[in-house]
């Protein structure tokens, strides 16, 4: 079973042929709305890719609920970890420029509360693994990780967004997965030595014991293990929206794990869902099916 403990927003999103420098406005050419949440992002990511999965998050008691949770519905996703809040729904507020390229605005809304005490609604045990982030409060995402722990499961904590205050907190985490922009900053945080990102990537590593995962975006993966490191390449494609990438390849990435994959093969299955989510515009819809990844490295072969 697939546990994800996190965000759950509706995505409002414009389409602009450059994304606006700061006091500039720019005229949009599409509008459209999604749901979205870098935790409900995930979490479809993992049902599309063929694995159990159960929601704990909340959402609020307006007319933004019903849309942002009617994916993960269709997707058979077990929604009875979410709560309702009388906070508004999350909503991101995501510019889409013609290149592919994003900026995104978030405003938490319910998410912020999701508490401790909401994990108990995730029922852990042995074997689970458990997919976090951080666009709910940190106090509860460290929490998850303890338990988690204590109940012998695997837990997957995607470091987005950067926030300094969880550095003491990531080596927790049994996989911490982050882009480069992320992990270069938490790698100041945390003082890790090094001359490049693998030597860094090395030492998080072996001074904490875990496992550190860093995407690349177009140049795929790597990843440090205290005793190995690996790199994956992504699929070569032409971005349409690269909205939701990361979390479609946190997603695939716990499926695979949770599945029995050894590490570069889960890698490299997240690495290909990850490209693929970048064929489409939106985070959600974008998500592919675990036959359209079979396809996609069956052709790679």
Same mark, same amino acid.
């Given at each position: 079973?697939?546990?994800?403990?996190?965000?759950?927003?509706?995505? &409002?999103?414009?389409?602009?042929? $450059?994304?606006?420098?700061?006091?500039?406005?720019?005229?949009?050419?599409?509008?459209?709305?999604?749901?979205?949440?870098?935790?409900?992002?995930?979490? &479809?990511?993992? =049902?599309?890719?063929?694995?159990?999965?159960?929601?704990?998050?909340?959402?609020?008691?307006?007319?933004?609920?019903?849309?942002?949770?009617?994916?993960?519905?269709?997707?058979?996703?077990?929604?009875?970890?979410?709560?309702?809040?009388?906070?508004?729904?999350?909503? =991101?507020?995501?510019?889409?420029?013609?290149?592919?390229?994003?900026?995104?605005?978030?405003?938490?809304?319910?998410? @912020?509360?999701?508490?401790?005490?909401?994990?108990?609604?995730?029922? &852990?045990?042995?074997?689970?693994?458990?997919?976090?982030?951080?666009?709910?409060?940190?106090?509860?995402?460290?929490?998850?990780?303890?338990?988690? $722990?204590?109940?012998?499961? #695997?837990?997957? &904590?995607?470091?987005?967004?950067?926030?300094?205050?969880?550095?003491?907190?990531?080596?927790?985490?049994?996989?911490? #997965?982050?882009?480069?922009?992320?992990?270069?900053?938490?790698?100041?945080?945390?003082?890790?030595?090094?001359?490049? $990102?693998?030597?860094?990537?090395?030492?998080?590593?072996?001074?904490?014991?875990?496992?550190?995962?860093?995407?690349?975006?177009?140049?795929?993966?790597?990843? =440090?293990?205290?005793?190995?490191?690996?790199?994956?390449?992504?699929?070569?494609?032409?971005?349409? @929206?690269?909205?939701?990438?990361?979390?479609?390849?946190?997603?695939?990435?716990?499926?695979?794990?949770?599945?029995?994959?050894?590490?570069?093969?889960?890698?490299?299955?997240?690495?290909?869902?990850?490209?693929?989510?970048?064929?489409?515009?939106?985070?959600?819809?974008?998500?592919?099916?675990?036959?359209?990844? @079979?396809?996609?490295?069956?052709?790679?072969?």
């Amino acid at each position: 079973m697939i546990i994800v403990v996190g965000s759950i927003n509706l995505d &409002l999103i414009a389409n602009v042929d $450059r994304l606006p420098e700061p006091g500039e406005t720019v005229r949009g050419s599409g509008f459209a709305t999604a749901p979205g949440g870098k935790g409900a992002n995930q979490a &479809l990511a993992a =049902a599309r890719a063929g694995a159990q999965v159960r929601m704990v998050g909340a959402v609020g008691k307006d007319s933004f609920a019903a849309e942002a949770l009617a994916l993960l519905k269709a997707g058979t996703v077990d929604l009875s970890g979410v709560g309702e809040s009388f906070a508004s729904t999350g909503t =991101a507020l995501i510019l889409v420029g013609a290149d592919g390229e994003n900026v995104i605005a978030v405003v938490p809304g319910a998410n @912020d509360s999701v508490v401790p005490g909401d994990i108990a609604k995730a029922y &852990l045990k042995k074997g689970d693994v458990v997919l976090l982030q951080h666009e709910i409060p940190l106090q509860t995402v460290e929490a998850t990780l303890d338990a988690a $722990r204590a109940a012998g499961a #695997v837990s997957v &904590l995607n470091t987005a967004p950067f926030r300094a205050e969880a550095a003491g907190f990531i080596g927790k985490a049994d996989f911490a #997965v982050a882009n480069e922009t992320e992990f270069d900053l938490y790698g100041e945080a945390l003082a890790l030595s090094g001359r490049d $990102r693998p030597a860094r990537m090395r030492d998080y590593a072996q001074k904490t014991g875990r496992i550190i995962v860093v995407t690349l975006g177009g140049d795929g993966v790597l990843a =440090a293990t205290p005793g190995d490191f690996l790199a994956v390449p992504a699929l070569k494609i032409t971005p349409v @929206d690269t909205v939701g990438a990361g979390d479609t390849f946190c997603g695939y990435f716990g499926a695979g794990l949770s599945s029995g994959l050894s590490l570069q093969d889960a890698l490299t299955r997240a690495a290909a869902a990850g490209s693929l989510a970048c064929l489409k515009p939106g985070a959600q819809p974008a998500i592919p099916l675990a036959k359209d990844v @079979d396809a996609a490295l069956a052709g790679t072969r």
